[in-house]
């Protein structure tokens, strides 16, 4: 599904280049679910942002489902943004001024889905999070974790084929980060494929494999054998 060849990323400050990422080689098929820990700095964010087609390498090639991204134009690397991959963040990213399921919808709404098939989908993501009691809430009406939810629903409208996760638990209090935690299991027994980025050891825990990178370098990868 994934397939990052000899990539690096080096951020240019001044005339001075910055390496983030160094020569990455990196397989993550379908159904695998996956933590990258990591220590501040280490290059987490940076392989986000690649891995969700936000960025591009310096050198090196990126693969996603066999297409290498160097080789799209900016209109088809946002439509396989769209559609491929759901982002889910710290913070939510939810648009305030919308309800749980108009948020829902917006994936859909770019990538040109009529309206009636548009709210069939987001209601079924929503009902999928336990959220179809929450439906014309805006996000400062809801909890934390429901606004999480929201977000993960979001994620999952496109039925895309890996979700991001950066953080996702960070701006929880610890129970509810477990609910949060224990929805992408049920996700990932579903068959979708999750990337998990997180300085929280007990969340990498949650997952399969354990990426550990440092100095733009991977440092370990492991399968964790709980
Ligand atoms: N836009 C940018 N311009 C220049 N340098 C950058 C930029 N973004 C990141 N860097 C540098 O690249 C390196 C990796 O940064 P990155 O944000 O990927 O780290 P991180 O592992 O996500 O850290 P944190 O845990 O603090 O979020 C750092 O040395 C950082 O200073
Ligand atoms: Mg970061």
């Given at each position: ?158 039925n895309p084929g890996i979700l991001l996760a950066d953080e996702p638990t960070g701006a929880l209090d610890s ?5 949060i935690m224990r929805l992408f299991q049920d996700l990932h027994d579903e068959g979708n494929t999750i990337i ?31």
């Amino acid at each position: 599904m994934i397939r990052l060849k000899d990539l690096t990323k080096n951020y240019a400050i001044g005339e001075n280049e910055i390496p983030a990422l160094l020569d990455i080689n990196l397989h993550i098929h379908k159904n695998e679910y996956v933590s990258i820990m990591g220590p501040s700095g280490s290059g987490k964010s940076t392989l986000m942002n690649i891995l969700g087609c936000l960025d591009t390498p310096s050198s090196g090639h990126y693969y996603f489902k066999q297409v290498d991204v160097n080789t799209l134009n900016d209109d088809e690397l946002s439509a396989m943004r769209n559609k491929e991959i759901g982002f889910i963040f710290q913070n939510f990213n939810l648009l305030p001024r919308l309800n749980s399921l108009q948020n829902v919808e917006l994936p859909l709404i770019y990538s040109g889905t009529l309206a009636a098939e548009r709210k069939e989908r987001a209601l079924l993501a929503l009902e999928r999070v336990g959220l179809s009691g929450r439906l014309d809430h805006k996000p400062g009406e809801l909890s934390g974790g429901q606004r999480q939810r929201v977000a993960i629903a979001r994620a999952l409208v496109t039925n895309p084929g890996i979700l991001l996760a950066d953080e996702p638990t960070g701006a929880l209090d610890s129970k509810t980060g477990e609910d949060i935690m224990r929805l992408f299991q049920d996700l990932h027994d579903e068959g979708n494929t999750i990337i998990l980025i997180t300085h929280e050891p007990e969340i990498a825990d949650y997952a399969q494999r354990n990426i550990f990178i440092k100095d733009g370098m991977i440092h370990s990868d492991k399968i964790n054998e709980k």
